[in-house]
Every structure is written in C-alpha cells, then in structure tokens.
C-alpha cells in the first residue's frame, strides 16, 4: 500500500445512491435537478469554507426527509470526496474521483478473454502481465518518455511503484505485447 493515499468515492456512484434514494422516496426524475445540482456544486467546491457556506445554504432548502438521509449516510462521503480535499493530490488536471478506470479494466479483461470465464491461475497470469506492462508505462513516464506524462510534484513518488523482489521478474523480462 502506497503511504498517505486518501481514498475518495466516485461521484458518479454518490450521485446515483442519491437518486435511488430520491427515487425510492417517491420523486420523479425532473425533480432531482435541484438537489443534483446542489450536490455538483459541493462536490466541485474548491474551497471548505465555501463548501461550508454552500452546505448550509442548500441545507436550509431541503427537506427534512432528505436532510436526515443525506446528514447521516451521505454527508461525510460527499465531503471527503469533494474538490477541495482531493486537488492537490490529482495526478491529471480536471479529474474526478470516478470508478471509470476500474469499470474500463474490467472491459479490457473481459475483451482480451473474450468474455469467456477462465481459471484462476491464468487471470492471476493476465493480470501480472498487465502489471508489469502497465509498471513499465510508469517509468517511460518518470523518465519523459513515452506517451504519458507525470506532473513535477509527483516526480518523487516513482519509489512507491517498484516490484517487490520476491517476484523474481524484471519489468520488462516476461512482458507479452
């Protein structure tokens, strides 16, 4: 595990639990606009204070039904997940905490099976591959080559992606392209 990584919930899956709820409470889908609106406002916030602010703005124009909800299941998530906290910590400008790059890799594995089921130890096999490519993408980067760059500040970070030497690879050793 990398030191000092805050984890932060994807706003997409924030969002949708509000509107399941929504939903579930007996509202139709043209009356989430405020609320949702409301919600892309805290979590696109850059500033706490201002969050702050806003949080109790639109806490004095919600219901009390989807106040107590929101108060006690979504508050702290929607929180920790907003701008604010997790800017300075974005590898790329403009992005959002989003489960995209873990749905995306389901489909690349999903693609290069061909959808098919496969045993333990070949997924365990694919995924090491995918490892060391992926390892290998980070040095070109570290080292300005390549297709990828990484921002100055996160330079010093390339200590935290190294194999463990117990795997008795190089990162390049075995890969199949």
Known sequence: MIPDVNLYMCHNHLIDQIKEWLGKQGGQADDFGGILRQLSALLNEEDEVRWDYLYNKYHSQWSRLFLDY???????????????????????????????????????LAKFTGGKEVLLDVLVLILHQLQLHYLSEFDLAFGDM?????????????????LPSYIGLTRTSSLIY
């Open 70 to 108: 929101f108060d006690k299941q979504q508050l702290q998530d929607v929180k920790k997940s907003s701008k604010f906290n997790y800017m300075h910590e974005a590898v790329f400008d403009g992005v959002i905490p989003t489960t995209n790059t873990s749905e995306s890799e389901n489909a690349r």
């Open 146 to 162: 390549g297709n990828h760059l990484v921002k100055f500040q996160f330079k010093s970070s390339q200590r935290f992606l190294t």
